[in-house]
T-cell receptor, first 118, second 113 residues
Framework: EAGVAQSPRYKIIEKRQSVAFWCNPI?????LYWYQQILGQGPKLLIQ????????DSQLPKDRFSAERLKGVDSTLKIQPAKLEDSAVYLC????????????????FGPGTRLTVL | DAKTTQPPSMDCAEGRAANLPCNHS???????VYWYRQIHSQGPQYIIH???NNETNEMASLIITEDRKSSTLILPHATLRDTAVYYC??????????????FGSGTQLTVLP
């Protein structure tokens, strides 16, 4: 079974530029998450989708961050304009819907995209 | 979800058991203890979870104290590939919409040759 795919793996931009990250979840997983992980910290949830609808975006800085999952499968996360403090690893995860958590019903994470803002 | 406290780092000799502690003194009756780990340059990976009974799977064992205020993740025979940050997370095992993970800083486990 293929895992969660993310691209690009690395991105370097200058502040005030725009950047977009792409995520393809595990086939059949209805729930998709985007996390931000700053160096030395645990991942922090930015947004959660259920199919193509947003379940929770309370921690997404909406003045500069946006995310979409138009067809309920792939998702993109965009930052416009980027700030120095946005330098982090952006992780995408997916999980099945409607089942008790644990084992195969847990969240599965992609390898992440490492963003450096200069 | 209840907060957890973990030591920032631990070392373990290769082939020995690694015992990673976690304190969760404010855990509620319907909250489970979950463990994830994150190997360098990879995303977090689910390990195990439990409510009040001890649990074991192919990766690890989870020991939860009787009062459920603390737990220990045990890797019985640590290998170099077990070097990672280990996260202890407490949350409700709901199938509803709020299926979220709240990560702390975790414990950096280093397995030494």
């Amino acid at each position: 079974e293929a895992g969660v795919a993310q691209s690009p793996r690395y991105k370097i931009i200058e502040k005030r530029q725009s950047v977009a990250f792409w995520c393809n979840p595990i086939s059949g997983h209805a729930t998709l998450y985007w996390y931000q992980q700053i160096l030395g910290q645990g991942p922090k949830l930015l947004i959660q989708f259920q199919n193509n609808g947003v379940v929770d975006d309370s921690q997404l800085p909406k003045d500069r961050f946006s995310a979409e999952r138009l067809k309920g499968v792939d998702s993109t996360l965009k930052i416009q304009p980027a700030k120095l403090e946005d330098s982090a690893v952006y992780l995408c995860a997916s999980s099945p819907w409607g089942r008790e958590w644990g084992g195969d019903n847990e969240q599965f994470f992609g390898p992440g995209t490492r963003l450096t803002v200069l | 979800d209840a907060k957890t406290t973990q030591p920032p780092s631990m070392d373990c000799a290769e082939g020995r058991a690694a015992n990673l502690p976690c304190n969760h003194s404010t855990i509620s009756g319907n909250e489970y203890v979950y463990w994830y780990r994150q190997i360098h340059s990879q995303g977090p990976q689910y390990i195990i979870h439990g409510l009040k009974n001890n649990e074991t799977n192919e990766m690890a064992s989870l020991i939860i104290t009787e009062d459920r205020k603390s737990s220990t993740l045990i890797l019985p025979h640590a290998t170099l590939r077990d070097t990672a940050v280990y996260y202890c997370i407490v949350r409700v095992a709901s199938s509803g919409s709020a299926r979220q993970l709240t990560f702390g800083s975790g414990t950096q486990l280093t397995v030494l040759p």
